[in-house]
T-cell receptor, first 116, second 112 residues
Framework: AQSVTQPDIHITVSEGASLELRCNYSYGATPYLFWYVQSPGQGLQLLLKYFSGDTLVQGIKGFEAEFKRSQSSFNLRKPSVHWSDAAEYFCAVGARTTDSWGKLQFGAGTQVVVTP | EAQVTQNPRYLITVTGKKLTVTCSQNMNHEYMSWYRQDPGLGLRQIYYSMNVEVTDKGDVPEGYKVSRKEKRNFPLILESPSPNQTSLYFC???????????FGQGTRLTVV
């Protein structure tokens, strides 16, 4: 069965420290991969996406993610977090097949708290 | 500005009282879908539509209906809401070959 796992439900990080959020997926083939961020009371904003090519993907707000096929992972990183990065982060996968290309499968989310 | 608009943003209703949450997109996207977000479960797809008059069930369709009479609109209908449908709902749209989804701001529904 297809699944997306975010092992960390909650992460606390100090402002200025680095951040890494983990995402593992189980899929029949390499899917499209996404990271979304949800700030309190807001909708979902796309941080970055991987479709093909370079496995290190740069996104907005200083985030990057690395696709590792051998580990079925797509971990999100930021070298130095800002207080405004406090939010919930969702990893998502999308099928490449034409009969289900629009559907996204989401992980349960990781809540990030940033301390001064 | 490209956007997906949901209304209302907040809704409190009583069990059994029919309600509709509207969703409209201005990007001429073919694909639209509804998700519900619950703590610890992430977002789960309720229904989706690949084009006008083409809809299908997602992972958690029970208790919901949808329609797609126009390309831009995709309303979510709860004929007889129950408390277990209390949740945060998101509408999303995207285009073929580009599964990047654009999300609305969400509708927080409480059924008492």
């Amino acid at each position: 069965a297809q699944s997306v796992t975010q092992p960390d439900i909650h992460i606390t990080v100090s402002e200025g420290a680095s951040l890494e959020l983990r995402c593992n997926y189980s899929y029949g083939a390499t899917p499209y991969l996404f990271w979304y961020v949800q700030s309190p009371g807001q909708g979902l904003q796309l941080l970055l996406k991987y479709f093909s090519g370079d496995t290190l993907v740069q996104g907005i707000k200083g985030f990057e993610a690395e696709f590792k096929r051998s580990q079925s992972s797509f971990n999100l990183r930021k070298p130095s977090v800002h207080w405004s990065d406090a939010a919930e982060y969702f990893c998502a996968v999308g099928a490449r097949t034409t009969d289900s290309w629009g559907k996204l499968q989401f992980g349960a989310g990781t809540q990030v708290v940033v301390t001064p | 500005e490209a956007q997906v608009t949901q209304n209302p943003r907040y809704l409190i209703t009583v069990t059994g009282k029919k309600l509709t949450v509207t969703c409209s997109q201005n990007m001429n996207h073919e694909y639209m879908s509804w998700y519900r977000q619950d703590p610890g479960l992430g977002l789960r797809q309720i229904y989706y539509s690949m084009n006008v008059e083409v809809t299908d069930k997602g992972d958690v369709p029970e208790g919901y209906k949808v329609s797609r009479k126009e390309k831009r609109n995709f309303p979510l209908i709860l004929e007889s809401p129950s408390p277990n449908q209390t949740s945060l709902y998101f509408c999303a749209s995207s285009d073929p070959g580009n599964t990047e989804a654009f999300f609305g701001q969400g509708t927080r529904l409480t059924v008492v």
